[in-house]
């Protein structure tokens, strides 16, 4: 079956790192841009980060620059979400999409991605 898994969630300190993976079943992902979207409930699915197929350029949330780090192999299949200094605000299910149409880092509207992830919880708490 075609799929995303992602893996990595889980609970991190204020202040904390954490390190979210995406691994593509089924399909390479040599040829997709991916970006990572995060969700609290009651509220809409928002773009954190995106990089292109071949990591040549990137793009952030205002929210998350120099704190998050968005990366692939394609050799292993998988794209990376490595947050550092996480903060309360953070907390919320994060998710991984892939774009066939990715040959640059550009956020799109959700319904035009290609494969989602599951979601994974991130969890802040002292």
């Known amino acids: 079956q075609l799929q995303l898994v992602q893996s990595g969630g889980g609970l991190v300190q204020p202040g904390g790192s954490l390190r979210l993976s995406c691994t593509a079943s089924?399909?390479?992902?040599?040829?997709?841009?991916m970006a990572w979207f995060r969700q609290d409930p009651g509220k809409e699915r928002e773009g954190v980060s995106c990089?292109?197929?071949?990591?040549?350029?990137?793009w952030y949330a205002d929210d998350v620059k120099g704190r998050f780090t968005i990366s692939r192999d394609n050799a292993k299949n998988t794209a990376y979400l490595e947050m550092k200094n996480v903060q309360p605000e953070d907390a919320a299910v994060y998710y991984c999409a892939a774009d066939v149409r990715g040959r640059r880092a550009v956020m799109r509207p959700l319904d035009e991605y290609d494969y989602w992830g599951q979601g994974t919880q991130v969890t802040v708490s002292s």
């Open positions: 990089i292109s197929s071949s990591s040549e350029t990137t």
């Open positions: 089924g399909f390479s992902l040599e040829h997709y841009a």
